[in-house]
């Protein structure tokens, strides 16, 4: 702003204090503008501040979690940050929810320990609990920005600073509190383009160090009680499995499919457990995603799935020189029309990762193709493609016997890729035993001292282990009556 028009006004606003602008007075002011309890209330300060001497802010004033003005922001904000934005059903429903003061009746402990789970939820139970109702108080630091000698204008007010505290004590200060940044800066549109600065500054009293440990130590209490509150709702009895057993525990998602030549694709999967590996009874190998409609990205045409599923398996040691062959999953896209006419798109497989954690695969894929044009248009025409009868051909037949397989002559086309993301999880005893014997062996190696030193012992000390375990197997596989003998001998 210019020099000559310069102003400063410096206020300390508390929590929920209201602060009228001079639209307000003005509005207030005259009895017959009061509809609500609230307009008389405000109606009455106003007389008394008139009476008083009038307002003691100028340009800068609030809007409490009452005011008409906290309704109307949260209803007409925006969700994307598109110029026009065209709200969808889902925004205007969400936006009728009153999350701010809503009523939410206390649930009894002891329900909660008993119903972790509703499996039957009533109407009313769905309703009450589909959206969070996080109960949030809000407050607006305001600005009249209008020319002088002319405030009280609304298209001159605008939003300083937004205060939320919700029901979790979590107070959120929007934009944040100044601190050594700059000040933050408003350009008004018009013909001064005119440019307002202001700070946001943490006026509160600063908490006393006693205080503080006594806050921490109540917290602390209060977080020691919550857990053990969670540890008598879970338990401590997790299943186990055998010794010499490793379970693989794979939640997955077809997360897309990408660059096939029809529209509306779906996938259809299988897990294939080779020797040694089982399931439980209940556990579904296989499943076939929804259909599909693809979106143009780039140069390819995808189909976002997003399709979870979850597969738990066991492995069975029975011979340790021996490497376990790990599952593998078979899965072939489809394409499916308007008329109803279905064509295979591609084949592929993935080995289920050996390594826990989180993978990202994309595999491609591949399809028998006839030579000669008749088949292509028999496929364009009336649908439909050469298939595989099984599909464990798409890698190594579970049929087939011999040491070399030979493929010659079949004939194929690469196709597009299939996006898969894999969370996989193993347990198994051995992990248990491993990590204990290391965390033993290490209390001794700290004695020792030294890096190089430490890793050659440990290993000494670990091949001993296995040394001494395989000497008591082979012994309990001798009979009785050998060693007994052997024994007397010496």
Same mark, same amino acid.
């Given at each position: ?46 007389q008394k501040l008139e ?102 204008r609304r298209e001159y ?21 100044? $601190? ?9 549109? $018009? ?66 499919a990408q660059g096939y ?44 799935? =997003? ?47 050996? =390594? ?67 969370? =996989? ?66």
């Open positions: 702003r210019p020099p000559e028009d310069e102003e400063e006004e410096e206020v300390e606003v508390g929590w929920q204090e209201k602060l009228f602008s001079q639209f307000e007075v003005d509005l207030y002011l005259n009895e017959s503008a009061c509809q609500t309890p609230l307009d008389y209330q405000y109606h009455e300060e106003i009476k008083s001497g009038g307002r003691k802010n100028c340009r800068i004033f609030t809007y409490t979690d009452h005011d008409r003005f906290t309704n109307l922001e949260e209803l007409c904000q925006k969700v994307t940050d598109l110029d026009h934005e065209v709200p969808s059903y889902l925004v205007e429903r969400m936006a009728n929810v009153r999350r701010r003061r809503q009523d939410r009746r206390p649930v009894e402990a002891s329900s909660l320990k008993s119903k972790i789970i509703t499996w039957e939820p009533s109407e009313e139970f769905i309703k009450n609990n589909h959206v969070i109702n996080t109960p949030v108080q809000t407050m607006y630091i305001m600005g009249d920005l209008g020319p002088y000698g002319k405030l009280g007010e605008n939003v300083l600073c937004t205060i939320k505290v919700d029901g979790n004590g979590v107070i959120t200060v929007k934009p944040d509190f100044t $601190g050594s940044k700059g000040p933050y800066r408003i350009e008004l549109d $018009g013909e001064k383009r005119e440019v307002w600065e202001y700070t946001i500054e943490n006026a509160s009293a600063q908490v006393q160090p006693e205080e503080e440990e006594r806050e921490q130590r109540v917290f602390r209490e209060l977080y020691g009680r919550h857990k053990d509150y969670l540890s008598g709702l879970v338990g401590s009895d997790f299943e186990m499995p055998l010794p010499g057993t490793l379970r693989l525990f794979v939640n997955g998602e077809i997360v897309s030549e029809y529209d509306n694709l779906y996938v259809h999967f299988f897990v294939e457990l080779p020797n040694q590996w089982s399931s439980s009874p209940f556990q579904q190998l296989s499943g076939v995603t929804q259909t599909c409609a693809t979106k143009t990205v780039g140069w390819d045409n995808v189909a976002y799935f =997003c399709y979870p599923f979850t597969v738990d398996m066991f492995y069975t040691q029975e011979d340790e020189g021996v490497l376990p062959q790990w599952p593998v999953l078979y899965f072939e896209v489809l394409s499916l029309d308007f008329w109803q006419r279905y064509r295979v798109e591609g084949y592929g497989s993935l080995v289920l990762p050996a =390594c826990p954690g989180v993978h990202m695969l994309t595999i491609p894929t591949w399809r028998p193709v006839e030579l000669g044009t008749v088949a292509e248009m028999r496929r364009f025409f009336i649908g439909g493609s050469p298939e595989l009868e099984d599909l464990t051909y798409i890698r190594i037949p579970s049929t087939f016997k011999g040491k070399r397989l030979s493929r010659f002559g079949f004939r194929t086309e690469t196709t597009g890729s299939v996006t898969f993301r894999l969370c =996989c999880m193993q347990q198994s005893k051995a992990f248990l035993e491993n990590s204990a014997l290391r965390q033993r062996m290490q209390s001794v190696l700290d004695r020792l001292g030294g890096f190089s030193q430490q890793s050659s012992v440990y290993n000494v000390l670990e091949a001993f282990q296995r040394a001494r375990r395989r000497m008591q197997e082979a012994r309990e596989s001798l009979p009785q009556d050998l060693i007994n003998t052997s024994a007397s001998t010496v």
